[in-house]
């Protein structure tokens, strides 16, 4: 079965970076997407970027393009999302996904799969 495993969230400053890593296993099939979403307190749940796992053709929501960037280690099962210039307004918790097939679009078609979240604190 697929599993999805995050990490890497922690409590850091605003302005600062930070990696998350997504260990994404189970997949019998070649042709999905990854990507991450995120939830703050009494917000709804938001999509963030996606990435092919064959092409690594990526997408980004608009709030984050250019300051969040996915990317993905095909040897190591592994989706990344670096996040620069982090806010405040960033703190939630943040959630790995995937779909299958590889032009499925995570935000409107919603995903098959989630992760636990992984929590990511900007203080300011």
């Known amino acids: 079965q697929v599993q999805l495993v995050e990490s890497g969230g922690r409590l850091v400053q605003s302005g600062d970076s930070l990696k998350l890593s997504c260990v994404a296993t189970g997949h019998t099939y070649s042709n999905y997407v990854v990507g991450w979403f995120r939830q703050a307190p009494g917000k709804e749940r938001e999509f963030l970027a996606q990435?092919?796992?064959?092409?690594?053709?990526?997408k980004y929501a608009d709030s984050v393009e250019g300051r969040f960037t996915i990317s993905r280690d095909y040897a190591k099962n592994t989706v990344y999302l670096q996040m620069n210039s982090l806010k405040p307004e960033d703190t939630a918790v943040y959630y790995c996904a995937s779909g299958r097939s590889s032009v499925r679009t995570l935000a409107a078609d919603g995903p098959d799969h989630w992760g636990q979240g992984t929590q990511v604190t900007v203080s300011a």
């Open positions: 990435i092919s796992w064959q092409a690594a053709y990526s």
